[in-house]
């Protein structure tokens, strides 16, 4: 055993120097030590706010598609008219009350007949608008009257009596009603109608089956025109009318004449009330027969309601 001395005051005042494990040691405590204390503070300071993205609702992009504003307008216009697929220029026309060559001109087409799916069609001629009902935004509302108060009655009061019920007055026969006003145009717009053949009716107006009314006869009896008017077609270009001549009276009313043997007529002729303009036949028919149709702004009607009693 060595003897312990005590050190001098130079030797306690000299640094110590450590051994280099121990040094590693000492380091690797310090860093162990500085990261516990910087996770407590992180622990103790306050919560990070993280924002909360609500998808609940798809988000609305800034800035819609160029054409799609542009488009939707066009789309929902009543004076214009998408082209569908197998449309042609003379069923346009017909279903909107037009002549096709007005349809043509106003929308600029060299070639009636290339028209293509998704184009739009001015049908109306430029510079005026097809009336729209207006709408006042305001709901009716119907009032609900007030539920009836009951009558708080003393205790020891009497019950009152049922009331004697009155005696009904004497039934009376329901009203007839009245008839059904009938169809009235603008002077300008009214036309006086007659038939276009004097063979039978052998199939009435439906509004899904058949667009008018199909009049039987002969090989070669006269088809006459309904009204005073212009022809605005003639031709067998509208698939299952054959030999087909459209007539318009004025603006608001067609008239076709469909399945002839022979027409009489041309495009942009006029021609009056009574006059003959086709010959019967059985074009695209089963039997010999004039399909007659009276369209009113281009709609299908009934064309019973327009033509005189026989």
């Not at 036309?191 to 070669?220: M, Q, Y």
């Amino acid at each position: 055993m060595q003897n312990w001395r005590k050190p001098s005051r130079e030797e306690s005042n000299r640094p110590r120097r450590l051994a280099p494990g121990m040094l590693g040691r000492a380091a690797m405590h310090a860093l162990a030590w500085t990261g516990c204390a910087l996770l407590l503070a992180a622990c103790g300071s306050a919560p990070r706010t993280v924002p909360v993205v609500d998808r609940t609702t798809p988000a609305k992009s800034a800035e819609p598609p160029a054409t799609a504003g542009r488009e939707s307008s066009r789309l929902v216009d009543a004076d214009t008219y998408v082209v569908k697929r197998g449309d042609t220029l003379i069923r346009i026309a017909l279903d909107h009350g037009q002549d096709w060559r007005d349809i043509a001109q106003w929308n600029n087409l060299e070639d009636p007949n290339q028209i293509r799916p998704g184009q739009v069609l001015r049908v109306t001629r430029p510079g005026s608008t097809t009336p729209k009902p207006a709408d006042t935004g305001v709901a009716q509302v119907t009032p609900v009257p007030a539920p009836s108060q009951s009558t708080t009655r003393p205790l020891g009061t009497p019950t009152p009596a049922p009331a004697t019920p009155a005696t009904p007055a004497p039934s009376t026969p329901p009203a007839t009603p009245a008839p059904a006003p009938s169809r009235t145009e603008p002077a300008s717009e009214r036309v006086e109608w007659g038939w276009p053949a004097s063979g039978k009716i052998i199939e009435n107006f439906h509004e899904t089956r058949n667009k008018g009314l199909d009049i039987a006869g002969n090989v070669g009896d006269p088809v006459l025109a309904a009204a005073d008017g212009k022809v605005v077609y003639s031709g067998s270009g509208l698939r299952g009318y054959g030999q087909l001549i459209i007539i318009k009276h004025n603006n608001t009313f067609l008239s076709a004449y469909a399945h002839n043997r022979a027409m009489l007529v041309k495009e942009g002729q006029a021609v009056r009330r009574g006059q003959k303009i086709a010959e019967l036949g059985s074009t695209d028919a089963e039997s010999p027969r004039v399909h007659f149709e009276i369209r009113r702004q281009g709609r299908p009607v009934d064309p019973i309601d327009y033509l005189p009693s026989r």
